[in-house]
């Protein structure tokens, strides 16, 4: 009995949150690990453009409800979804377009291009900051929970109770669906194929009469998507604030590079091993312990190896142990 306690409080702190957030972060690197294979820089803008999606979601989810509408036992977020994912396409095409492009067609160094992410970055940052304040945003709506703590314990007969918010189930079946829909294109599709093609040599792909602008704005606009996804996902899940969005920017960036950047198996393997990692070393494993341990050996403190305050500091560290001994990541992705 003690050791079935012992696994339900190990899901309920450290698998299922971990899960949840893993396959945020695994959305989140999608996109940085596309604009590095088709576009050949690394994207520092990638997380305020999360927070943009965001922004925009969270001001029609908003009108719905002063309207009256809702999704009954789902978030009303989900309706505006589509909104936000049109919005930040709008928007990072207008970058591309006014930004990008330039240094493009003068063949800049990737250097350039990540210095001009950067100055992007710190634009929209602001700019979501003037629109939606820098405070911290609640947006969700519907059921909380799937299954209550109180419920799982009079189901099972358990001292600890499993509760599942039904964001954290969200999460996971939404980002199941994005990540199969995003391999179906570029496996079978005649666009998927052309990006790939660009991605693996340029050249050669326009040799062959692929468009390298098309290609562009469908990266742009897939990204925008995965983006989009990733930060309403992080913000149902657990608030929505724009600084936060710009911290989000190390684990997904370590999660890209530590998978392998270019390679979208790497970016997915790598977001659920930054999310376990942080996860575990930042939680109190008191609880566990205690079940699992005799008596006389429970401990007295909470057997926390770090703080959660120092939670992307795990991520850091991975990322350099990674960039010091297998710098292409674990999927064998482009070295940078």
Same mark, same amino acid.
């Given at each position: 009995?003690?050791?079935?306690?012992?696994?339900?409080?190990?899901?309920?702190?450290?698998?299922?949150? @971990?899960? @949840?957030?893993? @396959?945020?972060?695994?959305?989140?690197?999608?996109?940085?690990?596309?604009?590095?294979?088709?576009?050949?820089?690394?994207?520092?803008?990638?997380?305020?453009?999360?927070?943009?999606?965001?922004?925009?979601?969270?001001?029609?989810?908003?009108?719905?409800?002063?309207?009256?509408?809702?999704?009954?036992?789902?978030?009303?977020?989900?309706?505006?979804?589509?909104?936000?994912?049109?919005?930040?396409?709008?928007?990072?095409?207008?970058?591309?377009?006014?930004?990008?492009?330039?240094?493009?067609?003068?063949?800049?160094?990737?250097?350039?291009?990540?210095?001009?992410?950067?100055?992007?970055?710190?634009?929209?940052?602001?700019?979501?900051?003037?629109?939606?304040?820098?405070?911290?945003?609640?947006?969700?709506?519907?059921?909380?929970?799937?299954?209550?703590?109180?419920?799982?314990?009079?189901?099972?007969?358990?001292?600890?109770?499993?509760?599942?918010?039904?964001?954290?189930?969200?999460?996971?079946?939404?980002?199941?669906?994005?990540?199969?829909?995003?391999?179906?294109?570029?496996?079978?599709?005649?666009?998927?194929?052309?990006?790939?093609?660009?991605?693996?040599?340029?050249?050669?792909?326009?040799?062959?009469?692929?468009?390298?602008?098309?290609?562009?704005?469908?990266?742009?606009?897939?990204?925008?998507?995965?983006?989009?996804?990733?930060?309403?996902?992080?913000?149902?899940?657990?608030?929505?604030?724009?600084?936060?969005?710009?911290?989000?920017?190390?684990?997904?960036?370590?999660?890209?590079?530590?998978?392998?950047?270019?390679?979208?198996?790497?970016?997915?393997?790598?977001?659920?091993?930054? @999310?376990?990692?942080?996860?575990?070393?930042?939680?109190?494993?008191?609880?566990?312990?205690?079940?699992?341990?005799?008596?006389?050996?429970?401990?007295?403190?909470?057997?926390?190896?770090?703080?959660?305050?120092?939670?992307?500091?795990?991520?850091?560290?991975?990322?350099?142990?990674?960039?010091?001994?297998?710098?292409?990541?674990?999927?064998?992705?482009?070295?940078?």
């Amino acid at each position: 009995m003690d050791f079935l306690n012992a696994l339900v409080a190990f899901a309920n702190f450290v698998l299922v949150p @971990a899960t @949840a957030y893993g @396959a945020q972060l695994a959305l989140g690197a999608l996109g940085v690990t596309l604009i590095y294979a088709v576009l050949r820089f690394s994207n520092f803008a990638h997380g305020d453009t999360m927070a943009f999606g965001t922004m925009v979601t969270i001001l029609v989810t908003w009108a719905l409800q002063a309207a009256g509408v809702s999704f009954g036992p789902l978030p009303t977020a989900l309706l505006a979804l589509p909104f936000g994912i049109a919005g930040t396409a709008l928007m990072v095409l207008g970058t591309d377009r006014l930004v990008y492009r330039f240094y493009r067609q003068q063949r800049a160094k990737p250097v350039i291009l990540v210095i001009v992410s950067m100055g992007v970055m710190f634009i929209l940052n602001g700019i979501v900051r003037i629109i939606i304040g820098p405070g911290e945003q609640n947006f969700a709506d519907g059921e909380r929970f799937i299954v209550t703590a109180g419920e799982f314990r009079k189901m099972t007969g358990l001292s600890e109770g499993l509760a599942i918010r039904s964001t954290q189930g969200l999460t996971i079946v939404t980002a199941v669906i994005v990540v199969a829909l995003l391999f179906w294109f570029l496996t079978y599709t005649r666009t998927g194929k052309s990006m790939r093609a660009f991605s693996d040599n340029e050249d050669l792909a326009l040799l062959s009469g692929i468009n390298p602008e098309r290609v562009v704005a469908i990266t742009w606009i897939i990204v925008a998507a995965l983006a989009t996804i990733a930060g309403v996902l992080y913000g149902l899940d657990k608030s929505f604030k724009p600084f936060t969005y710009f911290q989000l920017l190390l684990p997904i960036f370590a999660s890209a590079i530590v998978g392998g950047i270019g390679s979208p198996l790497g970016a997915i393997a790598g977001g659920f091993l930054i @999310a376990y990692s942080e996860v575990m070393v930042t939680y109190a494993w008191k609880k566990v312990l205690t079940y699992t341990l005799p008596d006389n050996l429970a401990p007295d403190g909470l057997v926390q190896l770090l703080s959660t305050d120092y939670k992307f500091a795990v991520s850091f560290v991975i990322l350099v142990i990674v960039l010091l001994f297998r710098p292409t990541g674990l999927f064998r992705g482009k070295s940078i």
